[in-house]
C-alpha cells in the first residue's frame, strides 16, 4: 500500500501537469493558434517537454505564443524534432504574469524562461535564459536576436497570459557569434579581442557581461588602443574592464545599490538621465549605454558610445569578485516569477 500510494504521489504532477497542457492546447485551438497547439501537443514525449509540463501546472505564466504565420516560415526541425519543438517552446514561456508592470522603452523587461538545456544556455548558476521585451505606443514587443516581434493581441487561460507574436523566438547565440553581428557595429572590438585571444574565453563563461564600444567609440576614442596591443597586460587590462565575469547583470539591475567590479578589479558605477542610461569605471572614465541588453547563451552584452579607458588593475579586488560570484550562483534559485533584477507590485 505505501509502495502505490508513492508511486501515485509521483506521478500527479505528471497527470496534473498533462491536464493542464490538455487545458491549454484547447484555449490555444480556440484562439486560433492551431501550430501552437499541435506543437505543444508533443511535449510530453521528451525529457525536456516532461519539465515544461509538470512547471507549469503551477504558478502564473506569460507565453510568448507564435502566430500560425509565424510557425509557416519556422525551420523545419521545428516540427521534426520533438526535443528542439521542447527547448523552443519553454524559451517563450516565462515565470510570472507581469507583462501590464512593464516600463516603457527604453527601459526593458527581462523574464525569465524555461530554457535551461545547457547545451543552449551556460549561465551562472545553471539559471534558464531570459526574454527581454518592452513596450511603447503600439503596445508590447520582445527583442529578438536584434529584431524586433510584435505582441499582436492577448487572451488568457487559467495561469496563463498568451500574448502572440509574429515570429518565433529563437534562444540568444554565444558571445562571439553576437559581436560579430553587424547590426550592433562591433567589428573594432572583435577583431582587439582577437588580437589579445580573449573571445574564446567569453564564450566559455558561465555569466558574463560585456561592455561593448562601437566602432564609432573606436574611431573617437582619446585611448591610444593601438598602442596598448603592443602591451598584452595593458591591453588585457583595458578590456577587462568592460566586462563583469561570472555574473549577468541586465540593464534593471543598474542601480546605485548594485555593486560590480570588472575583470580587473575595477568597480563599476551606473547612473541615468534624461538622456539615456550611462556606465563609469575608475572615476572618470564613462559611457552611454547605448543599446542593452543584448542577450547571449552565456550572459548579455550592452553596446556603449565610448571606450572606456581604463588600464588599472586590482587583481586580488577581480579574484574576490570571482569567488563572491560563484559563491552566490551556487546558493540562488534558477527562476523569478517577475521582472528579473525588479521587485514586482503584483504576480496576479
Known amino acids: 500500500m505505501l509502495f502505490s500510494s508513492l508511486i501515485l504521489l509521483t506521478l500527479l504532477p505528471v497527470v496534473f501537469g498533462q491536464q493542464i497542457i490538455d487545458g491549454l492546447i484547447q484555449a490555444l485551438n480556440a484562439s486560433g493558434l492551431t501550430s501552437l497547439a499541435s506543437a505543444s501537443a508533443a511535449l510530453n514525449s521528451t525529457p525536456q517537454g516532461q519539465v515544461v509540463v509538470q512547471s507549469i501546472s ?4 506569460t507565453i510568448f505564443a507564435p502566430s500560425n504565420q509565424a510557425f509557416g516560415s519556422a525551420p523545419a526541425n521545428l516540427s521534426s524534432n520533438a ?11 516565462v515565470s510570472g504574469n507581469f507583462t501590464n508592470e512593464s516600463p516603457e522603452f527604453p527601459n526593458i523587461t527581462i523574464g525569465r524562461t524555461l530554457l535551461n538545456d545547457s547545451s543552449l544556455v551556460q549561465l551562472e548558476g545553471n539559471k534558464s535564459q531570459v526574454l527581454a521585451w518592452s513596450k511603447d505606443n503600439n503596445g508590447i514587443f520582445v527583442i529578438n536576436n536584434g529584431t524586433i516581434d510584435r505582441v499582436q493581441n492577448t487572451t488568457s487561460f487559467q495561469n496563463f497570459q498568451i500574448l502572440v507574436i509574429d515570429a518565433i523566438l529563437q534562444p540568444p547565440p554565444k558571445t562571439s557569434d553576437v559581436l560579430a553581428n553587424n547590426i550592433y557595429n562591433l567589428n573594432n572590438l572583435t577583431a582587439v579581442l582577437g588580437v589579445v585571444n580573449i573571445t574564446g574565453a567569453l564564450d566559455e563563461a558561465h555569466g558574463i557581461t560585456l561592455f561593448a564600444p562601437n566602432d564609432t567609440a573606436f574611431s573617437t576614442t582619446q585611448c591610444n ?21 561570472g555574473t549577468t547583470v541586465y540593464s534593471p539591475e543598474f542601480d546605485a545599490g548594485n555593486n560590480f567590479t570588472s575583470t580587473s578589479g575595477e568597480q ?41 579607458c581604463d588600464t588599472q588593475s586590482n587583481p586580488p579586488a577581480a579574484s574576490s569578485a570571482v569567488q563572491s560570484a560563484s559563491s552566490a550562483a551556487a546558493t540562488m534559485t534558477t527562476t ?11 504576480t496576479a
Do not use: C, K, M
Open 268 to 308: 563599476f558605477t551606473f547612473t541615468s538621465n534624461s538622456s539615456g542610461q550611462f556606465v563609469s569605471i575608475g572615476g572618470s572614465n564613462t559611457a552611454r549605454i547605448v543599446r542593452s541588453d543584448v542577450l547571449t547563451s552565456n550572459g548579455v552584452v550592452h553596446v556603449i558610445d565610448s571606450v572606456l
Open 83 to 93: 526535443s528542439s519543438v521542447a527547448n523552443i517552446l519553454s524559451y517563450h514561456i
Open 225 to 245: 588602443v593601438s598602442g596598448l596591443l603592443s602591451n598584452v597586460t595593458a591591453a588585457i587590462a583595458l578590456l577587462g574592464n568592460h566586462i563583469i565575469n
Open 336 to 346: 523569478e516569477t517577475g521582472p528579473v533584477g525588479v521587485a514586482p507590485t503584483s
Open 58 to 61: 503551477s504558478g502564473n505564466w
